[in-house]
C-alpha cells in the first residue's frame, strides 16, 4: 500500500546544480504513481487530487439533529422505522413458567409501558447517539449511587423506566466499570441526572449506579473515539447527512424544472432600435404594455400581434430525470441500511420484482439489532420485573424474539401440513411411539397454531410403543374403510425373500378354486379391454378418457409387485374414486394426479388383517385389494382419498 505521509524535513525536492554535493540531505522516495506531464497521479493538480475527507462529528450539532428530526420527512423514517420493527412483536418467555405467571409479566409491563419506553429509548439512542433508561424502583431514591441489590426490591415496587437523551437528561461520569465479570466492564460506572431536564424529578439528581441504568446507543465508534464522545456511539444520521443533501437538492431542483415546463417567447419588429433610440419614457411604456399582456395571457383570451411579429412556445422534456432521482433515493436507501419499498414507501420496480429479498435482507438486520441493542436492556429488567412480581427469580430464565415478519396464514398453513406430515410418516414406519408423536405434534403448535388442544392427559394415554405403524391415532386418521368384503389371511400366501407375494400358499385346492371362480365371476364384466403401453399418470389419463376398460400393472412396487387399475363402477375403481370426490366438492384431476405418486412412493400398511392394504403418502391414502388369478396374486386399486377425512 501506498504510504502518503510525508516526514518532516525529511523530503526535499531534487536539485541538479547540487546533485554531487554528499552534504544535501537523503531523499525518500515514495511509491506512489505520478505523471507531471499529464497532471495524474498523486500531489498532481487534478480533480481526484483536489478530493479530501474531513473530519466531521454531527453528533455533536444538538440543534441541527432537531432540526432534521422535526422537519424532514426521511429523516423520521430512519429514526423511527426501526426501532418499532425491533419491539413490534415483542418477545415471549421460555422458561418453564406457569400461563399465570408469564401473564403477570405481560400485565406489568404494560402497566410500566415498558415496550414504549424501550422504543423511545432506541430511538433517541439512534438521532443523537445516546440514550438511557433510569430503572425506577419505588422506595430507593435515596439508594440511587449504590449498586442494585435484588434482595432490597420489594413486590408491587418495579415503577418503568425514565428515558433520557445525552443532551438533556443525562451524562456519564468520568470513573469506569474496572470488573471484568460486569458485562458493563469499560463503560461508565455512575451516570448523571442534569437537573435542568424538565423531565426528571428533583429526587433524582444524584449520581446513579450502572446497575441501575440501560444504555442505548447509536451507532459504534473506535476506541478513541467513543472516549471523545464520553462513551456514546454516532448518530444514526452522520452518515447519510450528505447523501441526503444530494437527494434533497436534486428534489428541489426538479420541482424548479416544472416552472420552466413551457417558456414563451414574443418576436416583436424593431423592439431593438425602440430600446436603443427611445427615451426613458418610451421603455417604461414598452414594458408597461408588455406586462399588461403577460398578465392577460390565458386560454380565454387573446393574443394580439404585429404583421411582422412572431410568438413562439418552448417545452421542457423530462426524460431521463425519474432515472436519476431514483438512483439518489438508492443511495439514501443504502446508507440508512433499508429498502427503498420501507424507506420511500414505493412499490418493487422492474420486471417480476416482488421486493422479498431486500425485505428479507432487512428483517435479518432487524434480528441482529434485536440481539445487540435489546437483548442487554430486557436480560437487565426481566430479573427485576420477577422479583417484582413473585417476590423470585424463575430458574433458567431465558427469552426469544417473535419472529420480525410474523408468517402469512398460506405460510402457516403449510408448515402445519408439512410438519404434521412428517410425524404421521415416522410414526407409521415404525420409528416413534403414538406418545413420541403426540408431543412432537403439540410442541409443533408454537409455530403452527395447530394442534394446541391436544392435553398431557392425551399424551399420557398414548401407547408408548413403536409398534411399527400398528394401530392409529385416536381420532387423527380416521376409521380406514374397505371395499372389497372377503378377509385376507395374509398367511396363506407365501412372500420371496425381498418381501413380494408369489404363486401357491397354504390354502386348500378347493379353497383356491372357489377363490378363482369368484374373482371371476366379479371381474370379469369390469374389466372391459386391456390398454396396453400406459403406465403411471398416463394410464389414469387414459382411462378417464375412455370410461371404461383396465390396464394391468398400471403401478409397480417392490413389496407388492404389480398393481391393476381399471374404471369399474360407482363401486370399484376409478368411476368410484370420481363419484365420491365430486360428491365432496373436489377438483378430481387434480386430485387423482397424485394417484401414482402415493402408489409407487408411500408407505404400505396391512389393515387389521383383511384383504385391503393402505399405501400412505404426503396426506393421502391408496387402498389395494389382492386377487387371485389362477394361482398368481396379483392388487387391485380399488380406492383413493384424503388420509384425514
Avoid at 71 to 95: C, F, G, L
Avoid at 179 to 205: C, H, K, M, R, W
Avoid at 581 to 594: A, G, M, P, Y
Amino acid at each position: 500500500m501506498s504510504k502518503r505521509y510525508k516526514q518532516k524535513n525529511r523530503i526535499r525536492t531534487y536539485d541538479r546544480n547540487h546533485a554531487g554535493d554528499n552534504t544535501s540531505q537523503a531523499v525518500l522516495t515514495m511509491d506512489n504513481f505520478t505523471n507531471p506531464m499529464s497532471r495524474a497521479g498523486f500531489g498532481q493538480p487534478n480533480v481526484m487530487e483536489g478530493t479530501d475527507y474531513t473530519r466531521t462529528q454531527l453528533s455533536q450539532n444538538y440543534m441541527l439533529l432537531n432540526t432534521l428530526y422535526r422537519s424532514h420527512w426521511i429523516v423520521q423514517r430512519i429514526i423511527n422505522t426501526v426501532p418499532a420493527d425491533m419491539t413490534k412483536n415483542w418477545y415471549k418467555i421460555e422458561s418453564p413458567m406457569s400461563p399465570d405467571n408469564i401473564s403477570q409479566l405481560e400485565k406489568v409491563t404494560r402497566q410500566t409501558q415498558i415496550r414504549r419506553k424501550i422504543t423511545e429509548g432506541l430511538r433517541w439512542g439512534r438521532l443523537y447517539g445516546g440514550a438511557a433508561g433510569v430503572i425506577v424502583i419505588d422506595g430507593q431514591e435515596d439508594m440511587l449511587e449504590e449498586p442494585l441489590d435484588y434482595d432490597t426490591i420489594m413486590p408491587g415496587t418495579f415503577k418503568g423506566l425514565i428515558i433520557l437523551d445525552r443532551w438533556s437528561g443525562i451524562a456519564p461520569g468520568l470513573e469506569l466499570v474496572d470488573d471484568v465479570s460486569d458485562p458493563e466492564f469499560g463503560y461508565p460506572d455512575t451516570y448523571n441526572i442534569i437537573t435542568s431536564s424538565a423531565v426528571v424529578s428533583q429526587q433524582l439528581t444524584a449520581s446513579i449506579h450502572h446497575s441501575r441504568i440501560v444504555r442505548f446507543t447509536g451507532r459504534e465508534l473506535p476506541n478513541i473515539e467513543r472516549q471523545l464522545d464520553t462513551y456514546w456511539g454516532a448518530s444514526e444520521l452522520e452518515h447519510i447527512y450528505e447523501e441526503l443533501k444530494k437527494r434533497d437538492n436534486v428534489s428541489y431542483n426538479i420541482a424548479l424544472l416544472t416552472f420552466m415546463a413551457n417558456i414563451r417567447t414574443m418576436k416583436v419588429e424593431g423592439m431593438e432600435q425602440m430600446l436603443s433610440t427611445g427615451s426613458k419614457k418610451d421603455m417604461q411604456d414598452i414594458y408597461s404594455f408588455y406586462t399588461a399582456m403577460n398578465w392577460l395571457m390565458n386560454n380565454q383570451g387573446m393574443q394580439i400581434l404585429g404583421p411582422n411579429d412572431d410568438f413562439q412556445t418552448h417545452q421542457y422534456t423530462f426524460s431521463g430525470i425519474a432515472e436519476a432521482y431514483e438512483k439518489f433515493m438508492l443511495d439514501v436507501a443504502g446508507a440508512a441500511d433499508m429498502p427503498v419499498t420501507k424507506l420511500f414507501g414505493r412499490a418493487p420496480a422492474g420486471m417480476n420484482a416482488t421486493g422479498e429479498s431486500d425485505m428479507q435482507n432487512y428483517y435479518d438486520g432487524i434480528a441482529l439489532n434485536q440481539e445487540d441493542k435489546v437483548r442487554p436492556v430486557i436480560e437487565k429488567l426481566l430479573p427485576i420485573m420477577c422479583l417484582s412480581e413473585f417476590g423470585a427469580i424463575p430458574d433458567e430464565l431465558t427469552f426469544a424474539f417473535n419472529p420480525v415478519r410474523p408468517p402469512t396464514e398460506q405460510e402457516l398453513k403449510t408448515l402445519a401440513k408439512d410438519t404434521t406430515t412428517v410425524i404421521i410418516e415416522a410414526y407409521n414406519a415404525g420409528l416413534v411411539s403414538q406418545h413420541t408423536a403426540l408431543k412432537e405434534l403439540r410442541q409443533s403448535s408454537e409455530k403452527t397454531g395447530m394442534w394446541t388442544n391436544i392435553t398431557d392427559e392425551d399424551i399420557d394415554n398414548a401407547n408408548k410403543d413403536t409398534g411399527g405403524g400398528e394401530g392409529m391415532f385416536p381420532g387423527l386418521m380416521g376409521t380406514p374403510s374397505s371395499t372389497m368384503d372377503a378377509d385376507w389371511d395374509e398367511g396363506k400366501h407365501d412372500r420371496d425373500k425381498n418381501g413380494k407375494f408369489t404363486s401357491g400358499g397354504g390354502g386348500s385346492a378347493s379353497n383356491k378354486a372357489e377363490s378363482e371362480e369368484n374373482s371371476a365371476e366379479s371381474l370379469t364384466e369390469l374389466m372391459g379391454k386391456e390398454y396396453k403401453d400406459v403406465k403411471g399418470k398416463a394410464a389414469i389419463e387414459k382411462l378417464i378418457k375412455e370410461r371404461n376398460g383396465h390396464v394391468k400393472g398400471a403401478f409397480y412396487r417392490k413389496d407388492i409387485g404389480g398393481i391393476d387399475l381399471i374404471w369399474g363402477n360407482e363401486d370399484l375403481g376409478l368411476a368410484h374414486i370420481i363419484a365420491r370426490r365430486e360428491k365432496q366438492n373436489i377438483e378430481t384431476k387434480e386430485f387423482l394426479s397424485d394417484i401414482a405418486d402415493v402408489v409407487e412412493k408411500g408407505t404400505v400398511r396391512k389393515v387389521n388383517d383383511r384383504g385391503n392394504f393402505e399405501i400412505l403418502y404426503n396426506g393421502k391414502m391408496a387402498i389395494v385389494s389382492p386377487e387371485l388369478k389362477g394361482n398368481k396374486l396379483t392388487f387391485l386399486l380399488t380406492a383413493f382419498k384424503t388420509r384425514y377425512k
